[in-house]
């Protein structure tokens, strides 16, 4: 009996602890078609950095970034995008950035074609003032590229390719979608971005002020439709990005490489994605153990009096889930729970977190469109620096972002030279961040552990628990960068300056952990139930008639992931559009002091 009460009381302090976070979920729907709408979002940055007044020379360090999120401040301006001049007073020379979005609900959308069409038009719109702007230019038609990958199902990634100063300022990349319905929020941004741009004029967006952008848009556009994490294949894409070194690769010719090609997390060596599966131990963090929490039977009696609104049994989703949950992080920790959920499972298939058999068809397109494309490598090969920004939500305090980043350097003769100039991203960045954690990579050694101070840091909020974790899109690409851009000598631009890339996860957080967890199982027992429905002969025959329907094709949507991961509220709307685009900016300033550096130092070894 005893026992009983105490169960139920774990479940009361749980019903009060998501009442207390409801406070979050204003529910307030964005109207920006005739009514309503958020309030204006204002963005204040400003970038301070020292001068050498003997030979004019602007330092790399960062003196001060100024951040300003309160859209009180009169001082903030309404349309000034980028100005640059010298302090006299200060000694420093600033960048500003200010800007006002009058109209924040136009960057946010309901669902995927509609974000897919805000994207279509926001770049041509770019396109469009910009070739308005330097109509008397020969080049104008090679400035902006907008691209379509098929998936499945008529849904696509989106590539818009905003050319700049390639060689000297490098290359941004900025990706959304990942996990289907967490694209929501970095397609806001990625409009947001190019709003911006579009609202500065001839002189602030010359070619050679600005790095190339590269946008990357709905990378998982079935999970994006369908208001899930997973694709069209129950796979999620951030597990799915298995590092992969044949014995015959033309860049692992000799034993060092063979060395560095080794997993980085415990020093195996995988010749394929069927290789890995193969020797990854299924329970290697504990999924097979707990189980029974994130896979549970659906006690759903097809008693119309015991179904709740969602499809589920009125006790799976409310006393069902905390009974079980509550008692098993009580007894386990919240962390070990976590790491057995978000590790990734490859054996599966309708469990969560499933990684898959091999790699899909949205992970090739982006492989092989940066990679393996003669003419798009070029947009690395040339870049002396890469810095990607992957978006993601979920996980952290609402509203911040959270940043995890590797970083890949390549070392040449002037390595030692520039080792006091290199610059620190963490300096940039850590400003605004809630938190920041990273990973260091260079072409001469392998080092993946975070230094004592780092892994003390509020970084631990969100990517606690990430240690078994494979799969993931940025350690993929950062080692993809590292072998076949890197290592590749024929592909450098310059032989006398070193390149470097940073890859970097920007986490937004919504709900605490045991929330999103209980998004995620529920999800999970409704899809697989919508899948066994779809199975009975009456359904087939409804789906094969509608197949070649593409609005019918995907009719599944998530009621629990979309509040999970996109919270319809102002005030988590107007952090992830302040941050998300203060992000971007930082990244654009980090590559014009890294540029300064590589000049600095280039001078110094002639």
Same mark, same amino acid.
């Given at each position: 009996?005893?026992?009983?009460?105490?169960?139920?009381?774990?479940?009361?302090?749980?019903?009060?602890?998501?009442?207390?976070?409801?406070?979050?979920?204003?529910?307030?729907?964005?109207?920006?078609?005739?009514?309503?709408?958020?309030?204006?979002?204002?963005?204040?940055?400003?970038?301070?950095?020292?001068?050498?007044?003997?030979?004019?020379?602007?330092?790399?360090?960062?003196?001060?970034?100024?951040?300003?999120?309160?859209?009180?401040?009169?001082?903030?301006?309404?349309?000034?995008?980028?100005?640059?001049?010298?302090?006299?007073?200060?000694?420093?020379?600033?960048?500003?950035?200010?800007?006002?979005?009058?109209?924040?609900?136009?960057?946010?959308?309901?669902?995927?074609?509609?974000?897919?069409?805000?994207?279509?038009?926001?770049?041509?719109?770019?396109?469009?003032?910009?070739?308005?702007?330097?109509?008397?230019?020969?080049?104008?038609?090679?400035?902006?590229?907008?691209?379509?990958?098929?998936?499945?199902?008529?849904?696509?990634?989106?590539?818009?390719?905003?050319?700049?100063?390639?060689?000297?300022?490098?290359?941004?990349?900025?990706?959304?979608?990942?996990?289907?319905?967490?694209?929501?929020?970095?397609?806001?941004?990625?409009?947001?971005?190019?709003?911006?741009?579009?609202?500065?004029?001839?002189?602030?967006?010359?070619?050679?002020?600005?790095?190339?952008?590269?946008?990357?848009?709905?990378?998982?556009?079935?999970?994006?439709?369908?208001?899930?994490?997973?694709?069209?294949?129950?796979?999620?894409?951030?597990?799915?990005?298995?590092?992969?070194?044949k014995d015959n690769d033309n860049d692992n010719n000799n034993d060092d490489d063979n060395d560095?090609?080794?997993?980085?997390?415990?020093?195996?060596?995988?010749?394929?994605?069927?290789?890995?599966?193969?020797?990854?131990?299924?329970?290697?963090?504990?999924?097979?153990?707990?189980?029974?929490?994130?896979?549970?039977?659906?006690?759903?009696?097809?008693?119309?009096?015991?179904?709740?609104?969602?499809?589920?049994?009125?006790?799976?989703?409310?006393?069902?889930?905390?009974?079980?949950?509550?008692?098993?992080?009580?007894?386990?920790?919240?962390?070990?729970?976590?790491?057995?959920m978000v590790a990734g499972q490859y054996h599966d298939q309708g469990g969560l977190n499933y990684?898959?058999?091999?790699?899909?068809?949205?992970?090739?397109?982006?492989?092989?469109?940066?990679?393996?494309?003669?003419?798009?490598?070029?947009?690395?090969?040339?870049?002396?620096?890469?810095?990607?920004?992957?978006?993601?939500?979920?996980?952290?305090?609402?509203?911040?972002?959270?940043?995890?980043?590797?970083?890949?350097?390549?070392?040449?003769?002037?390595?030692?030279?520039?080792?006091?100039?290199?610059?620190?991203?963490?300096?940039?960045?850590?400003?605004?961040?809630?938190?920041?954690?990273?990973?260091?990579?260079?072409?001469?050694?392998? *080092? /993946?552990?975070? &230094?004592? $101070?780092? !892994?003390? =840091?509020? #970084?631990?909020?969100?990517?606690?628990?990430?240690?078994? +974790?494979?799969?993931?899109?940025?350690?993929?690409?950062?080692?993809?960068?590292?072998?076949?851009?890197?290592? *590749? /000598?024929?592909? &450098?631009? $310059?032989? !006398?300056? =070193?390149? #470097?890339?940073?890859?970097?996860?920007?986490?937004?957080? +919504?709900?605490?952990?045991?929330?999103?967890?209980?998004?995620?199982?529920?999800?999970?027992?409704?899809?697989?139930?919508?899948?066994?429905?779809?199975?009975?002969?009456?359904?087939?025959?409804?789906?094969?008639?509608?197949?070649?329907?593409?609005?019918?094709?995907?009719?599944?949507?998530?009621?629990?992931?979309?509040?999970?991961?996109?919270?319809?509220?102002?005030?988590?709307?107007?952090?992830?559009?302040?941050?998300?685009?203060?992000?971007?900016?930082?990244?654009?300033?980090?590559?014009?002091?890294?540029?300064?550096?590589?000049?600095?130092?280039?001078?110094?070894?002639?």
């Amino acid at each position: 009996m005893m026992k009983f009460l105490f169960q139920i009381t774990l479940v009361v302090v749980a019903i009060l602890i998501y009442r207390f976070y409801g406070r979050y979920y204003d529910s307030v729907i964005c109207a920006n078609n005739g009514g309503g709408g958020d309030p204006s979002i204002r963005l204040n940055l400003k970038f301070q950095y020292p001068v050498n007044n003997e030979n004019n020379y602007i330092d790399n360090s960062i003196v001060n970034i100024e951040f300003n999120d309160n859209n009180d401040d009169d001082s903030t301006g309404t349309g000034e995008i980028e100005s640059d001049y010298y302090n006299s007073t200060t000694e420093f020379y600033e960048y500003k950035y200010q800007y006002e979005y009058k109209d924040p609900c136009k960057l946010f959308s309901s669902e995927y074609m509609e974000a897919r069409t805000k994207f279509g038009i926001a770049v041509n719109l770019y396109k469009n003032k910009k070739n308005d702007e330097d109509d008397d230019d020969d080049d104008d038609d090679n400035t902006v590229e907008l691209l379509s990958f098929p998936v499945t199902g008529g849904l696509t990634i989106d590539v818009a390719i905003l050319y700049g100063n390639t060689k000297e300022l490098g290359t941004i990349i900025h990706s959304s979608g990942v996990h289907g319905v967490e694209g929501y929020a970095g397609s806001a941004i990625q409009l947001a971005i190019l709003e911006l741009l579009t609202a500065s004029n001839k002189a602030q967006q010359r070619i050679e002020r600005r790095p190339t952008v590269i946008l990357m848009h709905a990378i998982n556009p079935v999970g994006m439709k369908e208001y899930r994490r997973c694709n069209e294949n129950n796979v999620d894409l951030n597990r799915n990005n298995i590092i992969i070194h044949k014995d015959n690769d033309n860049d692992n010719n000799n034993d060092d490489d063979n060395d560095r090609d080794r997993d980085t997390n415990n020093n195996e060596h995988y010749t394929s994605f069927k290789d890995f599966v193969s020797r990854r131990d299924p329970n290697i963090a504990g999924y097979d153990d707990f189980r029974h929490l994130f896979v549970p039977e659906d006690n759903d009696d097809n008693n119309d009096s015991s179904t709740s609104a969602e499809g589920l049994s009125l006790y799976d989703t409310t006393i069902g889930y905390y009974r079980k949950t509550i008692p098993a992080i009580w007894k386990y920790g919240l962390i070990a729970i976590k790491r057995a959920m978000v590790a990734g499972q490859y054996h599966d298939q309708g469990g969560l977190n499933y990684g898959g058999q091999e790699q899909q068809k949205s992970i090739q397109h982006i492989v092989d469109f940066l990679f393996n494309n003669n003419d798009r490598k070029e947009l690395l090969n040339n870049s002396q620096s890469v810095i990607w920004i992957d978006v993601h939500t979920g996980l952290g305090p609402f509203g911040k972002d959270s940043i995890d980043y590797h970083r890949v350097d390549e070392e040449d003769e002037y390595e030692k030279r520039r080792q006091v100039l290199r610059l620190e991203p963490k300096d940039y960045f850590s400003s605004i961040a809630y938190s920041v954690t990273t990973t260091t990579t260079t072409t001469n050694y392998l *080092n /993946s552990a975070k &230094s004592e $101070s780092e !892994s003390e =840091s509020n #970084s631990a909020d969100a990517f606690k628990g990430y240690d078994l +974790t494979k799969g993931m899109l940025m350690e993929y690409i950062a080692d993809s960068y590292r072998r076949k851009t890197l290592n *590749n /000598s024929s592909s &450098s631009s $310059s032989g !006398s300056c =070193s390149r #470097s890339g940073i890859f970097m996860i920007q986490e937004f957080g +919504t709900l605490p952990t045991v929330l999103v967890g209980r998004a995620l199982i529920l999800d999970n027992m409704l899809y697989q139930k919508h899948l066994n429905n779809n199975k009975n002969p009456q359904n087939q025959a409804r789906n094969n008639h509608n197949r070649d329907n593409e609005e019918l094709l995907f009719d599944y949507r998530s009621p629990f992931l979309k509040y999970a991961f996109y919270p319809q509220s102002i005030e988590w709307r107007k952090s992830i559009i302040q941050r998300g685009v203060s992000l971007f900016l930082e990244s654009i300033e980090y590559s014009k002091a890294n540029s300064r550096v590589l000049l600095k130092g280039k001078q110094k070894g002639e």
